[in-house]
């Protein structure tokens, strides 16, 4: 059995109507860290069939979704409104 890998998902949508889709879509997966940024626990499967949910809606000359697989163990820090369950840097 495959582990699940951790991803920060940032997007970039010109239109508002897609953006709305969009959301919605990277919401089914993730959890909310900022505004059009994401960080989602995904298997394999999960993330290939988040990509094919988004290849629908995005438009590729004029939007932009990054995906970045995170180390494992890597550290979150974060300063200013905590969401989730982010640790303070003091």
Do not use: H, W
């Not at 495959?2 to 919605?24: C, E, G, M, Q, W």
């Not at 995005?58 to 550290?75: E, K, T």
């Amino acid at each position: 059995m495959s582990r699940n890998k951790t991803f920060l998902i940032a997007y970039d949508v010109a239109d508002s109507k897609r953006l709305r889709k969009v959301f919605r879509i990277v919401s089914d997966y993730a959890i909310p860290v900022q505004f059009s940024v994401f960080e989602a626990s995904l298997s394999t499967r999960e993330f290939q069939a988040l990509m094919e949910d988004l290849a629908v809606v995005v438009d590729d000359q004029c939007d932009s979704i990054r995906c970045y697989q995170l180390s494992p163990g890597a550290l979150c820090m974060t300063l200013g409104q905590v969401r989730g369950g982010d640790a303070i840097l003091v």
